[in-house]
């Protein structure tokens, strides 16, 4: 290759000889730094799903009846579930440029159905119908998205990797919640006006168009001099009885099921039960823009400790855990106070940023911001543990995400059925100390210190398809 002018081999501690090499100069270098790629995809979730969650953090996508949303948000996540499950297999099949592509693609679409429904109160099934295909653009972004940024790092890195994309990523809904609060401070109206979804509008296509700049996963070599390994000539066969190799190679990671169920299902709690029920949509856009700058925080935080180099990655891993409990039930302790207080039909006054007792409310939602972003950055952290291999980390990802959104289908589904506010509520709790249970026995057995090559299975794709050739 071009890039690379030297190569050399080192013995690993099994005995396997890995080969490095010299890694680019000058721009060339600099694009091809895994780092600057990670940064690109970051923005790409920058402007598409950065910019969805701004949205859905207004609650009810800025809209004043809810039901719409909710009914958009099940069929979204149904669809997920299902095209998550299987989009590893079609981003080793594509590659992750191509199925960056056509993820971020169904973006655009949905926030121009909520233009749409402002403009024509009646369009409420072109929300939904944009939804369910959003749906299934979103599981082959976050699974390319998972892919590339688990296996661009070095195991050392994965911490700093992690936390620089979740930053980005929701420094897009911290923008689209800015515009959102200067559009809507002086509004007196529960919905925000046409501008606010213009403006996301053209910044989704944008991020469409991100892709298209980034580079090939082939031509990265990692600060260690290790390349970035691809699936080369894959079939649909050999993909698919990826999905059954992973399974078998690595059980374990059915623990972790219980904390990808959990990882969206607050959001709905949060968003409408919380958000939309007790604030107007100035104090709403203010909570969104601070939840979304605690999200930044939080990510850089236990991203920085997960790193610690000077700690063992197994006591690096089960100081994440004790973050996350604690962080669960001080959070949901606080929460319970207030959610006692009020049901779907007593709020009759929403709060406004100068009101007595919206401080408290509003600290506790940056809480939840800061809790969110630290519980997603450990499952990743925990998945990037487990393996370096891109192909295989494809497959965690697409579990990750068909679980995750088979949890939002189901909550969003509920919401719409206006399911009572404590019950959502307490099954967010329960559901969170679920997943934290699950997690620790895998912890405990899957988690070492360095992931050896016999742990990291090659990918069947690529071998299979390299012997026949």
Known sequence: MAEVEKSSNFETSEGGSVQIFERPKGLKGLYLNPLTQVILLGFVCFMCPGLFNALNGLGGGGQI????????????????????????????????????????????????????????????????????????????????????????????????FISVFWAIFNLGAVVGASVSLGQNYQSQANSVGNETYIGFLILTLIGVAIPFVMADPSKIIRSDGTRVTTPRNPSWKTEFLGLWITFREDP?????????????????????????????????????????????????????????RNLSRRFRAFTGWIILLVMVFVVHTWAYFYQKNYTRDSVTHKLDIFDHGYAGR?????????????????????????????????????????????GAAGTWSADAKKTPYMTMFISTWVLLASGLVFALPLIHMRVTNHTYSSDDFPPQSSDHEDRES
Not at 66 to 75: D, K, L, Q, W
Not at 87 to 109: D, E, F, H, Q
Not at 368 to 392: E, R
Request: hydrophobic content about 50%.
């Open 252 to 308: 374990y990671v059915l623990l972790l099921f219980p904390m990808f169920l959990a990882s969206n299902w607050f959001y709905t709690w949060q968003f409408n039960e919380y958000n939309n029920a007790l604030f107007n949509i100035r104090a709403r856009s203010l909570n969104n823009l601070m939840y979304w700058l605690a999200q930044i925080i939080g990510s850089l935080s236990i991203g920085f400790i997960l790193d610690q």
């Open 362 to 406: 509003a600290i506790l939602y940056i809480f939840y911001g800061f809790l969110d972003s630290m519980w997603q950055t450990a499952v990743y952290w925990l998945l990037g543990a487990m393996s370096n291999n891109p192909s295989k980390l494809a497959y965690f990802t697409g579990f990750y995400k068909s679980i995750q959104s088979a």
């Open 65 to 160: 009846d809810t039901a719409v949303s909710a009914n958009a948000n099940s069929a979204l996540y149904s669809t997920f579930a299902v095209g998550a499950f299987f989009a590893g297999s079609v981003n080793n099949m594509l590659g992750p440029r191509w199925t960056l592509l056509l993820g971020s693609a169904g973006y655009p679409l949905y926030i121009g159905s909520f233009l749409a429904i402002n403009i024509h109160p009646k369009a409420g099934g072109f929300v939904i119908g944009a939804g369910a295909i959003l749906g299934l653009c979103a599981g082959l972004l976050w699974t390319a998205q998972g892919s590339l940024m688990l296996s661009y790092p070095t195991e050392s890195q994965k911490g700093l």
